[in-house]
C-alpha cells in the first residue's frame, strides 16, 4: 500500500468515526429534550392517551434506549429513515423536495461567487494598493460579517416593498401549479422569485473567495516563477493568469468545504425568504420534536460536511507535494 492510500484509509476511518459521533450526539440531545412530540397532540384533544401509547410503540419510544439507539443506527446505516411523526409521511418524501429546494437556490450562488470573486479577488491582489482593492476588501468584508438575515430583511425593504421589483416571499405565486421539477424551476414565476435570495446568496458567499484569491495573488506575484516568466517577457495579464492558476487550491478545497456545508442551507434565509429549504424544515421538525425527520435531517447535513472535508484533505494531499500524507508536516 502506497503512503497516499494509507493516508486515504486513515482519513475513510476517521469519517466514519466521526458520522458515528455526530449521529449519535443528535439522538442523545432529541431524547434530553422537554416534552414529547405528542404533548400538543394530546393537549388539542386531537388524541387519546391510548392512542398515544399505540403510536408509541409503533415508533419503538417505548422501548428501552440502548434498543431504540441500535435500531437508530440501523435505519441511519441503511438509509431507511421511516415515517414523519407529526406528518405520517415518509420521511424521505418530506426532506427531498425541501433538500432540492436549497441546493437549486445555494450551489448556483455558490458556484457563481466562487468564479466571480474569486477573479476580482486575483485581479486586485496584482493591482495592491488600489482603489478597488480597498473597496472590494471593505464591501465584501462587511456583507460576509452582516447576518445574512439581515441583508435578506434590508433587500426585501427596499426591491420588494419600496421599489416593488421582486416578490418577498416564497418560492412561486399562490395561484402558481407547476408539474414536476423541470416546469417548476424553469418557470418565468420562480425566477422572479429567486432573484431576491439568489443576489443575497451570491453576496453572502463573496467575502471569502475573494479574500482567498487575493491572497494567493499577492503571496505568489514576488516568487522566483513569475521572474522568470517576466524575463520571458510575458504580459501583465499572462503574468497574473499564472499567479491565478498556481493560487487555485486553496480556493478549490474551501469551495469542497462550503459545498458541503450547503445541505445544511441557510436557514436564515430561508426563513426571511419564506424559502422551503432543508434548513427551514430541520426548524420545524426541532420545534415539534419530529425525531424522524430530524435524526434524518441532521445525518444528512453531517455527511456532507464530514464527505466534503475528506475531499478537501484529498485534494491538498494529491495536488499540494509540500503537504505530507505521513501527518509528519511539509515533505
Not at 388524541?47 to 398515544?52: G, R, T
Not at 501583465?236 to 493568469?241: H, I, S, T, V
Not at 426563513?271 to 425525531?291: K, N, T
Amino acid at each position: 500500500m502506497s503512503e497516499f492510500q494509507r493516508f486515504l484509509a486513515k482519513r475513510l476511518a476517521i469519517s466514519i468515526v466521526l458520522t458515528l459521533v455526530a449521529v449519535s450526539v443528535i439522538f442523545v440531545v432529541l431524547r434530553l429534550l422537554p416534552g414529547s412530540p405528542f404533548e400538543s397532540l394530546v393537549t388539542a384533544g386531537n388524541l387519546s392517551q391510548q392512542q398515544i401509547t399505540e403510536i408509541r410503540a409503533m415508533y419503538g419510544l417505548d422501548q428501552p434506549m440502548w434498543r431504540q439507539y441500535l435500531s437508530y443506527l440501523q435505519s441511519i446505516l441503511l438509509f431507511q429513515f421511516g415515517y414523519s411523526i407529526l406528518r405520517s409521511q415518509p420521511v424521505w418524501g418530506v426532506l427531498a423536495p425541501r433538500l432540492v429546494n436549497t441546493l437549486i437556490l445555494l450551489v448556483p450562488a455558490l458556484v457563481t461567487t466562487a468564479v466571480l470573486s474569486s477573479l476580482l479577488g486575483m485581479y486586485v491582489g496584482w493591482n495592491r494598493g488600489s482603489k478597488l482593492e480597498k473597496l472590494s476588501i471593505i464591501a465584501t468584508t462587511f456583507l460576509r460579517s452582516t447576518p445574512v438575515f439581515i441583508t435578506g430583511i434590508l433587500f426585501v425593504i427596499v426591491f420588494a416593498y419600496n421599489l416593488e421589483l421582486v416578490p418577498a416571499f416564497g418560492m412561486r405565486s399562490i395561484s402558481a401549479s407547476p408539474e414536476g421539477y423541470v416546469e417548476t424551476f424553469t418557470s418565468l414565476d420562480f425566477l422572479h422569485h429567486y432573484v431576491l435570495p439568489f443576489t443575497v446568496s451570491v453576496l453572502y458567499y463573496s467575502g471569502d473567495f475573494l479574500l482567498l484569491a487575493r491572497n494567493g495573488v499577492v503571496e505568489k506575484r514576488g516568487s522566483e516563477f513569475l521572474k522568470l516568466h517576466r524575463a520571458k517577457g510575458l504580459s501583465e495579464m499572462q503574468q497574473l493568469a499564472r499567479a491565478g492558476r498556481n493560487s487555485m487550491l486553496p480556493i478549490l478545497t474551501y469551495f469542497a468545504l462550503r459545498l458541503g456545508m450547503i445541505f445544511q442551507g441557510l436557514i436564515l434565509l430561508e426563513v426571511v425568504f419564506g424559502w422551503p429549504g432543508i434548513g427551514r424544515e430541520l426548524v420545524l421538525a426541532i420545534q415539534q420534536q419530529d425525531y424522524p425527520l430530524v435524526q434524518a435531517a441532521v445525518f444528512i447535513m453531517a455527511l456532507a460536511v464530514i464527505v466534503a472535508n475528506l475531499v478537501a484533505d484529498v485534494l491538498y494531499a494529491y495536488f499540494d507535494p509540500t503537504v505530507s500524507t505521513s501527518g509528519g508536516g511539509a515533505a
